[in-house]
């Protein structure tokens, strides 16, 4: 098959990424994940011999699947429905062990992988997710940060790629031809460590909300001297006067604010299932009534319906204080994690031009979203475990994360709820970005 080569830009730690395999605390390959199987492997797997029980095994689960356009086969499920029968009993790939990753599908070999692709075919980015707990252990050993490096790589024609900035983006939204002038700045904001990275977050939406005037007004032409502007002010520090009088929401206000945000969003469910919504729950004394009714999808948003009811207990705001005060020691430290996390999924995920999350503010308010719904787990682990280190940090950051990153169902209904939460500008939605006031009690 022909191949094209391009110029691909990566995090520099990108190829020291390796599974944990049995070290995970959450496998994969046990997420009842639908695992497509591209043609080659398929006709490979089906011509296969030796090793007999394995031949025998490969005819058994993996089938033809004629029910999406981007699979040949898939891999079937038994037992728990959850688990990929090629898993062994110490949580290693079979498939993997006897016959090489090469021969792994495009599905299995990618994750946590994402590949993006530019419109001349010429420049492509790779990236790691931030789900995956090898990932995150690779963020707390970049202390001083996510460096990027380019190289040359050779790619076959017909290689799906996870997303991009194609020819039908540039034709609707001229601004998007600037997408890695203000990618690149959203990672110098986000890396700018002379602000907190909530000071950061809203520097970034100065930005944000700046560039989508300039688009809904149809001034292209401007978009570089904004984005210089904006740069060149943070290095001469003179956004910092402007960012101490940022207002402080009263802390049983902030809280109020995560508790409807908990009672709405769609998200809850995959944190329930892994149980972090209960110990969220108990540390900070929300008392729940959760029905989910599985099954009954809304049609665009495929948001489950749930009757979800959060509300504050007698001891809510206590247990919120202590939350916050560990989180902010532990971010004493380890702000950097954040950080990573931060740039990553600002450059994996294409922001602020992720097409189905809607306009440039809208990506931004995402974005916000996600990171207060990471740090509201964090300082909700934080008010009840004292043991809670590194090892937490990471197990629970990557199971959030897979609720959060891998779902584009969760966006949308993040967005709409900023918006009708009247969190629609970037005064109101810095009150919910900062820590609140925590002498306010
Ligand atoms: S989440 Fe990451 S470390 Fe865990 S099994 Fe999957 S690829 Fe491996």
Same mark, same amino acid.
């Not at 005819?59 to 079937?76: Q, S």
């Not at 075919?121 to 707390?140: G, I, M």
């Not at 910092?240 to 929401?249: D, F, M, N, Y």
């Not at 329930?272 to 729950?281: D, P, R, S, V, Y």
């Given at each position: 098959?022909?191949?094209?080569?391009?110029?691909?830009?990566?995090?520099?730690?990108?190829?020291?990424?390796?599974?944990?395999?049995?070290?995970?605390?959450?496998?994969?390959?046990?997420?009842?994940?639908?695992?497509?199987?591209?043609?080659?492997?398929?006709?490979?797997?089906?011509?296969?011999?030796?090793?007999?029980?394995?031949?025998?095994?490969?005819?058994?689960?993996?089938?033809?699947?004629?029910?999406?356009?981007?699979?040949?086969?898939?891999?079937?499920?038994?037992?728990?429905?959850?688990?990929?029968?090629?898993?062994?009993?110490?949580?290693?790939?079979?498939? +993997?062990?006897?016959?090489?990753?090469?021969?792994?599908?495009?599905?299995?070999?990618?994750?946590?992988?994402?590949?993006?692709?530019?419109?001349?075919?010429? %420049?492509? =980015?790779?990236?790691?997710?931030?789900?995956? &707990?090898?990932? #995150?252990?690779? /963020?707390?050993?970049?202390?001083?940060?996510?460096?990027?490096?380019?190289?040359?790589? &050779?790619? @076959?024609? !017909?290689?799906?790629?996870?997303?991009?900035?194609?020819? !039908?983006?540039? $034709?609707?939204?001229?601004?998007?031809?600037?997408?890695?002038?203000? +990618?690149?700045?959203?990672?110098?904001?986000?890396?700018?460590?002379?602000?907190?990275?909530?000071?950061?977050?809203?520097?970034?939406?100065?930005?944000?909300?700046?560039? *989508?005037?300039?688009?809904?007004?149809?001034?292209?032409?401007?978009?570089?001297?904004?984005?210089?502007?904006?740069?060149?002010?943070?290095?001469?520090?003179?956004?910092?006067?402007?960012?101490?009088?940022?207002?402080?929401?009263?802390?049983?206000?902030?809280?109020?604010?995560?508790?409807?945000?908990?009672?709405?969003?769609?998200?809850?469910?995959?944190?329930?299932?892994?149980?972090?919504?209960?110990?969220?729950?108990?540390?900070?004394?929300? *008392? %729940?009534?959760?029905?989910?009714? +599985?099954?009954?999808?809304?049609?665009?948003?495929?948001?489950?319906?749930?009757?979800?009811?959060?509300?504050?207990?007698?001891?809510?705001?206590?247990?919120?204080?202590?939350?916050? #005060?560990?989180? =902010?020691?532990?971010?004493?430290?380890?702000?950097?994690?954040?950080?990573?996390?931060?740039?990553?999924?600002?450059?994996? +995920?294409?922001?602020? /031009?992720?097409?189905? %999350?809607?306009?440039?503010?809208?990506?931004?308010?995402?974005?916000?979203?996600?990171?207060?719904?990471?740090?509201?787990?964090?300082?909700? @682990?934080?008010?009840?475990?004292?043991?809670? !280190?590194?090892?937490?940090?990471?197990?629970? $950051?990557?199971?959030?994360?897979?609720?959060?990153?891998?779902?584009?169902?969760?966006?949308?209904?993040?967005?709409?709820?900023?918006?009708?939460? !009247? @969190?629609? $500008? #970037?005064?109101?939605?810095?009150?919910?970005?900062? @820590?609140?006031?925590?002498?306010?009690?």
């Amino acid at each position: 098959m022909e191949k094209f080569q391009v110029t691909i830009l990566k995090p520099d730690f990108y190829d020291r990424f390796h599974c944990l395999g049995g070290l995970c605390h959450d496998n994969c390959c046990t997420e009842g994940w639908k695992i497509f199987i591209d043609k080659k492997t398929y006709k490979y797997y089906h011509n296969l011999h030796q090793p007999k029980e394995l031949a025998v095994r490969l005819k058994k689960y993996i089938t033809r699947y004629k029910d999406d356009p981007r699979a040949w086969g898939i891999i079937k499920y038994d037992n728990d429905g959850k688990t990929c029968p090629f898993q062994n009993e110490e949580s290693w790939c079979e498939l +993997q062990l006897s016959l090489g990753e090469k021969y792994l599908s495009n599905t299995c070999r990618e994750y946590p992988r994402t590949k993006n692709l530019f419109v001349d075919d010429k %420049t492509a =980015q790779y990236s790691l997710s931030s789900s995956c &707990e090898a990932v #995150l252990r690779l /963020f707390l050993e970049e202390k001083e940060g996510i460096g990027f490096i380019e190289e040359k790589d &050779e790619i @076959m024609r !017909g290689t799906v790629f996870s997303g991009g900035i194609d020819q !039908g983006i540039l $034709t609707r939204r001229p601004i998007a031809a600037h997408w890695q002038t203000i +990618q690149y700045a959203g990672i110098d904001i986000l890396q700018n460590r002379q602000y907190t990275i909530e000071e950061r977050l809203i520097i970034l939406g100065l930005l944000c909300q700046k560039l *989508q005037v300039l688009e809904d007004n149809n001034r292209i032409d401007e978009v570089n001297w904004a984005v210089k502007g904006l740069i060149n002010a943070l290095k001469q520090n003179n956004e910092q006067e402007l960012l101490t009088v940022l207002p402080k929401a009263k802390l049983e206000s902030h809280l109020l604010f995560y508790e409807k945000l908990f009672s709405n969003v769609a998200l809850i469910i995959t944190l329930k299932e892994k149980g972090i919504l209960k110990t969220l729950a108990t540390n900070i004394d929300w *008392q %729940t009534d959760w029905t989910f009714q +599985q099954g009954k999808k809304e049609k665009s948003s495929a948001q489950w319906e749930i009757n979800n009811q959060i509300t504050n207990g007698e001891n809510s705001c206590q247990r919120y204080q202590k939350g916050c #005060l560990r989180y =902010q020691e532990m971010m004493a430290e380890k702000e950097y994690f954040i950080e990573n996390l931060l740039v990553m999924e600002w450059f994996r +995920q294409l922001l602020p /031009f992720e097409k189905e %999350t809607g306009n440039i503010w809208h990506n931004y308010q995402w974005f916000c979203g996600l990171f207060m719904i990471i740090r509201l787990i964090l300082i909700g @682990m934080l008010a009840g475990d004292e043991s809670f !280190g590194e090892k937490e940090l990471v197990r629970v $950051t990557a199971a959030s994360m897979r609720s959060l990153g891998h779902n584009k169902n969760v966006t949308l209904p993040v967005v709409a709820f900023l918006n009708d939460a !009247g @969190m629609d $500008t #970037l005064a109101q939605l810095t009150t919910a970005i900062n @820590m609140p006031d925590l002498a306010s009690l």
